[in-house]
């Protein structure tokens, strides 16, 4: 694989790891009316914790992950649509931080398979 299909591999990972958070979301922003049924609101509560940002221990967690993968780090902030790690909401911590190890790996994978390659080549 060359870089560029690697990189649309992680474009398409990211694109349905958000796709898979919104549909979250929007799930638990739907609310059932019962007329006769007393029911407790909580479209505010629900609200106020989607727009919590990540702590400093998940952003430190975050940034290490990230380290020397650029492209991985530039499209995890633009599938998510922000400028900074800061700026993730808390409740996509978790999906987006497995979702970087697992690009990781495979773009390891990836480089071990090179590296094999080139050394079959060279005998």
Do not use: F, W
């Not at 380290?67 to 996509?92: A, Q």
Request: glycine share 2%; aromatic share 2%; hydrophobic share 30%.
């Amino acid at each position: 694989m060359n870089k560029k299909e690697i990189l649309s591999q992680i474009n398409q990972l990211l694109t349905e790891l958000i796709e898979d958070e919104q549909k979250s979301t929007e799930t638990n922003d739907m609310s059932v009316d019962n007329t006769n049924t007393p029911t407790l609101d909580t479209s505010v509560n629900i609200k106020a914790i989607s727009n919590e940002l990540v702590t400093s221990h998940q952003l430190e967690e975050l940034e290490y992950e990230l380290h020397n993968h650029p492209e991985i780090y530039t499209s995890v902030l633009k599938r998510l649509g922000i400028n900074s790690l800061r700026d993730m909401e808390k409740s996509r911590y978790r999906t987006t931080i497995n979702e970087i190890r697992r690009l990781k790996l495979l773009s390891k994978g990836i480089c071990i398979c090179r590296l094999r390659e080139e050394a079959n080549q060279q005998n």
